[in-house]
């Protein structure tokens, strides 16, 4: 059996990890940390004070919590389970399917927050009504019961910096309002589950952690094929790249994406076929960041946003019916002047188009694991005759 040496192991709540995962990865000094999701042992909503000492270590203060049963990330995902999708892995597609419903059934999913949701909702449950409404009921409760955790946070008086974590973060369309509690606003690009692993080593570093990108996985070294994908969009508008970091979280950020010219109207069919997603959904813009107004209403709090975790409406659906959903709102990637391989990408873009997006989403087919090295590059071009640059 492996031994470890005393004093050696430390251990630390699930809700600290998450808090901490955000706030030493932010650039605040001092900030409110609200943590959402759907249990951690038996918190699933909690705010604390974070701050740093005088000698610089991260300090915490739990000021409120919420437990078991009553959760706003096992509400979510029970509704995903009872539209048919699976729970904990497609709540983004119900985010999705709720622009699509009317919000008729707010009541009738407020009365499920008092069940043990853990073991799902009875398929039978509001009979005959449409998956759409559901949903969409769904989203309206879930945006009301974050806003008022964040009201309840905001009301602590702690910071005007929010660090927001947990998997309930990842709902970018109830993010789009958070600028009205909070001046600013960091989500730390993993703020899931899967990056809990990170906050209970800042928990056990104690200090702020040199944070500059979400590019801190698996690499395929070699220059970024600008030349070459830009060549190929201007052929055939659609194009793979693997190359560089992969990506730390759920979005692709440009090293592992599948990109498009987001122009004209067949190009959001053309990669869901590709893709095998349901033809209702849209895809992501990645713009140079000086343009983002230009195209986008970016709600406040949000002019920038790098790891696309809210969403603008779009000021010519028209044309670029690609990125844009039945909403009208885009989940925005913007990409400010940092010298990455996606920025110098969309520089030769805008130079050769004067478009200075693309669309972007995951070098994946649905189900499917994401493309990590060049091994996996080779194996979705044959697959599914798509080039993959690197």
């Known amino acids: ?5 005393p004093g050696q192991i430390k251990t630390y709540s699930h809700h600290l990890c998450h808090a901490a995962a955000g706030f030493q990865t932010s650039p605040y000094n001092r900030a409110t940390c609200v943590v959402i999701d759907a249990i951690g042992e038996f918190d699933t909503i909690s705010i604390w004070g974070a701050k740093y000492d005088t000698q610089g270590h991260a300090r ?3 000021l409120w919590s919420q437990t078991y049963p009553r959760s706003i990330g096992l509400f979510y995902s ?3 389970q009872r539209i048919g999708l699976h729970p904990l892995d497609e709540e983004y597609i119900t985010m999705g399917m709720s622009a699509y419903g009317q919000p008729r059934y707010v009541e009738e999913c407020r009365a499920l927050l008092e069940d043990n949701l853990h073991v799902g909702i009875d398929p039978t449950w509001l009979g005959q009504a449409k998956n759409e409404d559901i949903a969409a009921s769904a989203q309206a409760l879930t945006e009301e019961l974050i806003y008022s955790v964040m009201r309840r946070a905001q009301e602590f008086g702690w910071s005007s910096n929010l660090v927001y974590q947990g998997g309930v973060a990842l709902n970018c369309l109830a993010n789009r309002k958070l600028g009205e509690y909070f001046e600013n606003i960091w989500i730390m690009p993993c703020p899931g589950d899967a990056g809990n692993s990170l906050g ?6 104690g200090r702020r952690l040199r944070w500059t990108d979400a590019y801190l996985g698996h690499e395929i070294p070699g220059e970024y094929p600008v030349r070459s994908l830009v060549d190929h969009l201007l052929s055939d508008r659609i194009v793979g790249v693997a190359s560089g970091r992969a990506e730390f979280g759920p979005r692709a950020l440009g090293n592992r994406s599948l990109l498009a010219d987001p122009r004209g109207s067949d190009i959001k069919d053309r990669v869901n076929e590709i893709k095998r997603r349901q033809r209702f959904r849209p895809f992501a813009p990645v713009i140079l960041a000086e343009h983002v107004h230009e195209f986008f209403d970016m709600p406040r709090g949000w002019s920038h946003s790098p790891y696309m975790q809210s969403v603008g409406r779009c000021r010519r659906p028209d044309l670029y019916p690609a990125i844009c959903h039945v909403d009208g709102t885009s989940r925005v990637q913007t990409v400010p002047a940092d010298g990455s391989g996606i920025r110098s990408l ?4 805008y130079d050769r188009t004067g478009c200075p997006l693309l669309l ?4 994946n087919i649905r189900g499917q694991p994401m493309v990590n090295d060049r091994a996996d590059a080779d194996r979705f071009q044959v697959a599914y005759n798509i080039p993959v640059f690197s």
């Open 60 to 62: 915490y203060k739990k």
């Open 346 to 349: 969309l520089e030769v873009w």
């Open 360 to 363: 972007n989403t995951s070098l």
């Open 200 to 205: 209970a080593a800042a928990l056990a570093h």
């Open 1 to 5: 059996m492996l031994q470890h040496p």
């Open 78 to 80: 029970a509704i995903t």
